[in-house]
């Protein structure tokens, strides 16, 4: 198999199925060394069909090592989302102390259940590996977790959660969140349920994750349960939406702060476009993000990563070969904002394992344009560019323009009439096979400061931001008829102070 992977809008550093169709995250868990990604796959077509888990290995959530498909469709059902842990103590039987076996746990989808009326068609199947992930045994009474007749019943996170020495499988249903626990992975019984009359509801809970999170300054802890849903998202069609409060191995109790900034309204803080709900990426091209069990320790990181892509057209974005890419791997934080606490999200400091060039830009005071890529002879369209900005007089709405010879661009900036970041794809190519992917996207911003602390990580096809220091994130995905290798910084009517600024080149992960 000798791949290219320099089709026209194939990512150069983001995670790409080589070909075929590919959408959430799943099963992903570290362990020996290496960060398994395994990923929805429909390995025949390019759009969404009987799932599979394709599977990759990376040691730094950067450059991957594409493997052959781990889990296959069998007579329970076709594979949907789910997680994966490595069962250290041997509960479920299926290892050794010696060498714990990798569990994955996941939804069995059975579309002849489905098509024949029943309502009890997804199940939680479980397979365990031996060999790092290499070869996959399905369990032989699966499915673990049977339905109890809810039609969407699917997703499990499944978490060891120490102080009770059980597994807790965190489960979407429908609209709300079921918690089980198991001292063994096989059996499961129903804890408690979560969430029906809270947060967004726009649309079907998908997705979800629990775990707990210290702030970096006061060493406070927090439970945070990610639920992802479609559609029903601030911008339109899928999204991550988070909770934050506390887990006691029964029950999750929401933070009363937390919870109340969800029901004041309106507030900047959490209120795009009129949708109720907190997001840990406002953008329209994250979803179904979830984090990595197995991290150690020592390492101390949550790590997480979504699908960059969003239901309302993920079947029908103008790639050939194949269909989508993940978001770049991201370094979850508790921060304190003025509108609470919040999860904030960086880039992984391993994506500097893929720096080039870092050309530096001079402090400045901007009236109208600054063309960086021609003030730093930069030509590419992989980058991480890094801003630091600060009005002058009155706060006038400003943007970072990615653009080519014909005129098509992306602005990714501050509109000072709302206070929102946004990102604007009106113009940025082709979106003929939807009419639901023009648009600008919003986000509230999350910070008093003067400065604007932007961070963009650009890579041929898609935008993620980063402002505030993670504390508002936007992804975006995009299709140029030439790729945008111009970068401008554009003001309008006014000034802007440049405080300081750098662009880094990124190297293709397929170069080497
Ligand atoms: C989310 C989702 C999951 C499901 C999977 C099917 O994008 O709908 O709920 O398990 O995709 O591919």
Redesign the pocket.
């Given at each position: 198999q000798t791949e290219t992977f320099n089709e026209q809008h194939r990512l150069q550093f983001h995670f790409t199925p080589p070909s075929g169709w590919m959408?959430?995250p799943n099963g992903m868990v570290y362990h020996n060394g290496e960060y398994h990604l395994f990923y929805?796959h429909n390995p025949d077509s390019t759009v969404?069909g009987p799932?599979h888990w394709g599977h990759a290995v990376s040691k730094d959530m950067i450059s991957w090592e594409h493997l052959p498909i781990a889990l296959y469709p069998d007579s329970l059902g076709t594979i949907?989302?789910g997680s994966a842990v490595v069962d250290m103590n041997n509960t479920s039987g299926l290892g050794t102390k010696e060498n714990p076996a990798m569990v994955a746990i996941y939804?069995y989808?059975d579309a002849e259940g489905e098509r024949a009326g029943r309502d009890d068609f997804q199940t939680q199947g479980i397979a365990f590996s031996l060999d790092n992930g290499r070869s996959w045994t399905k369990y032989k009474n699966n499915p673990v977790l049977k339905n109890p007749g809810t039609r969407d019943f699917?997703?499990p996170k499944v978490m060891w959660y120490e102080e009770g020495q059980k597994w807790i499988m965190t489960l979407?249903v429908k609209d709300h969140i079921s918690f089980y626990s198991s001292p063994n992975l096989l059996n499961w019984k129903l804890e408690s349920d979560f969430g029906a009359n809270v947060g967004a509801h726009g649309g079907?809970w998908?997705?979800p994750d629990l775990f707990k999170l210290k702030t970096q300054d006061t060493d406070e802890e927090k439970w945070v349960l990610i639920v992802?849903i479609?559609p029903g998202a601030p911008n339109g069609g899928?999204g991550t939406q988070y909770f934050l409060g506390s887990f006691d191995g029964n029950n999750f109790v929401i933070d009363p702060q937390f919870e109340a900034s969800l029901n004041a309204k309106p507030v900047i803080a959490t209120t795009v476009n009129g949708q109720e709900g907190i997001w840990l990426d406002y953008g329209r091209d994250e979803?179904?993000g979830v984090s990595w069990s197995g991290v150690p320790e020592e390492d101390g990181r949550r790590l997480f990563m979504g699908?960059m892509s969003n239901?309302d057209y993920a079947n029908v974005v103008p790639t050939e070969k194949w269909r989508s890419a993940m978001a770049i791997a991201r370094k979850l934080e508790l921060v304190n904002t003025p509108a609470g606490m919040r999860v904030a999200s960086m880039p992984v400091k391993e994506l500097q394992n893929i720096y080039g060039t870092t050309k530096k830009l001079e402090a400045q005071t901007i009236s109208n344009v600054l063309d960086i890529s021609d003030k730093l002879s930069i030509n590419t369209s992989t980058y991480d560019l890094q801003l630091r900005l600060e009005p002058v007089g009155t706060q006038n709405s400003f943007a970072v323009e990615l653009s080519n010879a014909k005129n098509q661009k992306v602005l990714v900036g501050l509109d000072a009439s709302r206070g929102q970041y946004y990102i604007d794809r009106t113009k940025s190519g082709d979106h003929s096979f939807s009419d639901k992917f023009s648009g600008i996207q919003y986000a509230p911003r999350l910070s008093n400061d003067k400065a604007f602390d932007l961070r963009l990580v650009v890579d041929v096809a898609s935008v993620e931001l980063f402002a505030d220091s993670g504390k508002t994130v936007m992804t975006a995905i995009f299709f140029p008829d030439e790729e945008f290798t111009k970068v401008k910084l554009v003001t309008e009517n006014g000034q802007l102070k440049l405080v300081s600024g750098q662009m880094t080149d990124l190297k293709s992960i397929y170069s080497s």
């Open positions: 959408n959430d929805q969404w799932m949907f989302s939804t989808h699917r997703d979407a079907v998908e997705c992802n479609n899928s979803y179904a699908w239901w």
